[in-house]
């Protein structure tokens, strides 16, 4: 590995394997370090139950409303933003699909034409935007993740094509980037080489000799481990190390599904639902670590999904709760679900904050993370003050700890506002009027 092809993010070579890597100090000019900024959007299907979401009174952020608890240790790392909409996420004209226009609306800010057929058209999404200019420097232009499985056609929500329910990041009005919900696949595109079929063959081969993809890389590794610092050396082990427990975590699934007769998930997709949304966190803050992507997109749930969570007492569909009618024990219900996709975001954020950047910042810092729904009351389908969450950004100039009114513009203008943080150059995201500035 010589000189002049190492820079301080590099990456590790062997069988099937291109293993991007953490920034380290050893490789570093002083005055050539620039981290970069990445990109975010995770989706929380069928609004939440805004009482309990949203903190009462605006300014700093101190004690979070029962929804948000989860995420109290980090009210320092990140702004609650209120009086963002999505019209076009009503039917204007249109009748029903409430559920597919949020999903389609919620990244584009634009209105889906209503059809299910081939002839499909929505608008291109914010995360692309960025990735047009922001994936020219990674292995991976954006990276698109789901837990649900892939819908590309056929007729979902009231005469709506699935493609706009289970897609969240659309490159052209017609072409939505269709997430990966398989763990073991999104780890072999951010871990394996390339998907040529002779790598592909590789990555096979692997499996197939029970290999970590890590011992493949082994030797180049041992060779760049010797021309790092102390601190630059346990960092290196540190990552290795988060890599190498991610796959067994993969492999442990794989084994455990394939000894169960239930054929209800694929191969890779853990039976889990927390444990398939926490590795999949763990694969977002790995490719964001090793800079193997800077856009991110992560659909939890479609809108509309039925899942139940018997795991914390609400064996009923989480979309029939959602039109509760007042009902108290299933607005009560409702909350535990936010609650729990509260907690998982918590993981999320305290992954990054705990992964170290090259001058000691945190990955936190170097992100802008929008976690939020293309609904906010989910009994009456509304598509107006949206729950709306920012996270990290504060080495980049974002104010956090804080809970602001936009004064109800769309949801697009904060997008516009923060590819503006990013250095990306838009005049417009769908129905955006403006820049929001105030971030």
Same mark, same amino acid.
């Given at each position: 590995?010589?000189?002049?092809?190492?820079?301080?993010?590099?990456? $590790?070579?062997?069988?099937?394997?291109? =293993?991007?890597?953490?920034?380290?100090?050893?490789? +570093?000019?002083?005055?050539?370090?620039?981290?970069?900024?990445?990109?975010?959007?995770?989706?929380?299907?069928?609004?939440?139950?805004?009482?309990?979401?949203?903190?009462?009174?605006?300014?700093? $952020?101190?004690?979070?409303?029962?929804?948000?608890?989860?995420?109290?240790?980090?009210?320092?790392?990140?702004?609650?933003?209120?009086?963002?909409?999505?019209?076009?996420?009503?039917?204007?004209?249109?009748?029903?699909? @409430?559920?597919?226009?949020?999903?389609?609306?919620?990244?584009?800010?634009?209105?889906?034409?209503?059809?299910?057929?081939?002839?499909?058209? !929505?608008?291109?999404?914010?995360?692309?935007? +960025?990735?047009?200019?922001?994936?020219?420097?990674?292995?991976?232009?954006?990276?698109?993740?789901?837990?649900?499985?892939?819908?590309?056609?056929?007729?979902?929500?009231?005469?709506?094509?699935?493609?706009?329910?289970?897609?969240?990041?659309?490159?052209?009005?017609?072409?939505?980037?269709?997430?990966?919900?398989?763990?073991?696949?999104?780890?072999?595109?951010?871990?394996?080489?390339?998907?040529?079929?002779?790598?592909?063959?590789?990555?096979?081969?692997?499996?197939?000799?029970?290999?970590?993809?890590?011992?493949?890389?082994?030797?180049?590794?041992?060779?760049?481990?010797?021309?790092?610092?102390?601190?630059?050396?346990?960092?290196?082990?540190?990552?290795?190390?988060?890599?190498?427990?991610?796959?067994?975590?993969?492999?442990?699934?794989?084994?455990?599904?394939?000894?169960?007769?239930?054929?209800?998930?694929?191969?890779? /997709?853990?039976?889990?639902?927390?444990?398939? !949304?926490?590795?999949?966190? @763990?694969?977002?803050?790995?490719?964001?670590?090793?800079?193997?992507?800077?856009?991110?997109?992560?659909?939890?749930?479609?809108?509309?999904?039925?899942?139940?969570?018997?795991?914390?007492?609400?064996?009923?569909?989480?979309?029939?709760?959602?039109?509760?009618? *007042?009902?108290? *024990?299933? /607005?009560?219900?409702?909350?535990?679900?936010?609650?729990?996709?509260?907690?998982?975001?918590?993981?999320?954020?305290?992954?990054?904050?705990?992964?170290?950047? /090259?001058?000691?910042?945190?990955?936190?810092?170097?992100?802008?993370?929008? =976690?939020?729904?293309?609904?906010?009351?989910?009994?009456?389908?509304?598509?107006?003050? !949206?729950?709306?969450?920012?996270?990290?950004?504060?080495?980049?100039?974002?104010?956090?700890?804080?809970?602001?009114?936009?004064?109800?513009?769309?949801?697009?203008?904060?997008?516009?506002?923060? $590819?503006?943080?990013?250095?990306?150059?838009?005049?417009?995201?769908?129905?955006?009027?403006?820049?929001?500035?105030? !971030?």
């Amino acid at each position: 590995m010589s000189n002049h092809l190492f820079s301080r993010r590099s990456m $590790l070579r062997g069988l099937g394997v291109s =293993l991007a890597l953490p920034s380290f100090e050893s490789f +570093a000019r002083a005055s050539t370090v620039n981290i970069p900024l990445r990109m975010g959007f995770t989706y929380i299907p069928n609004g939440v139950i805004m009482d309990e979401w949203r903190p009462k009174a605006t300014g700093a $952020l101190k004690e979070l409303p029962k929804s948000l608890k989860p995420l109290q240790q980090f009210t320092k790392d990140f702004q609650v933003l209120s009086g963002l909409d999505h019209t076009k996420a009503y039917a204007n004209g249109d009748g029903g699909g @409430d559920h597919a226009r949020a999903n389609a609306t919620f990244l584009t800010g634009c209105q889906a034409k209503k059809t299910a057929g081939k002839d499909i058209s !929505l608008g291109v999404s914010v995360d692309q935007i +960025a990735a047009g200019v922001m994936g020219e420097h990674t292995k991976l232009r954006s990276l698109e993740l789901s837990c649900d499985g892939v819908r590309r056609s056929g007729k979902c929500d009231s005469g709506y094509s699935c493609a706009y329910q289970y897609n969240l990041s659309w490159k052209t009005e017609s072409m939505p980037m269709v997430p990966e919900s398989n763990p073991r696949l999104v780890f072999e595109r951010l871990f394996g080489k390339s998907n040529s079929p002779v790598d592909r063959k590789n990555q096979l081969k692997r499996r197939a000799i029970n290999k970590s993809i890590l011992d493949f890389a082994f030797e180049d590794a041992k060779n760049l481990r010797k021309r790092l610092g102390i601190v630059d050396q346990e960092k290196l082990d540190e990552y290795f190390s988060s890599v190498r427990e991610l796959e067994k975590r993969i492999e442990r699934d794989e084994k455990s599904r394939i000894n169960l007769s239930n054929l209800e998930y694929p191969e890779g /997709i853990p039976g889990s639902y927390k444990e398939h !949304l926490r590795i999949m966190f @763990d694969m977002k803050s790995l490719a964001y670590q090793s800079d193997s992507t800077r856009v991110c997109s992560f659909l939890l749930a479609h809108d509309g999904s039925n899942r139940s969570f018997r795991d914390i007492g609400v064996p009923e569909g989480h979309h029939s709760l959602s039109h509760h009618r *007042e009902d108290p *024990e299933k /607005i009560k219900k409702l909350a535990k679900i936010d609650h729990f996709y509260s907690e998982q975001f918590a993981y999320f954020l305290e992954k990054i904050s705990n992964i170290r950047e /090259i001058d000691g910042s945190r990955l936190i810092d170097h992100c802008m993370i929008v =976690l939020g729904s293309g609904i906010s009351d989910g009994n009456r389908h509304r598509h107006s003050d !949206l729950p709306v969450l920012l996270a990290g950004g504060q080495a980049h100039g974002l104010t956090t700890g804080r809970h602001i009114s936009c004064g109800n513009v769309p949801m697009t203008n904060l997008f516009l506002g923060i $590819l503006n943080k990013a250095g990306v150059n838009a005049s417009q995201v769908g129905d955006s009027t403006g820049k929001l500035m105030n !971030l």
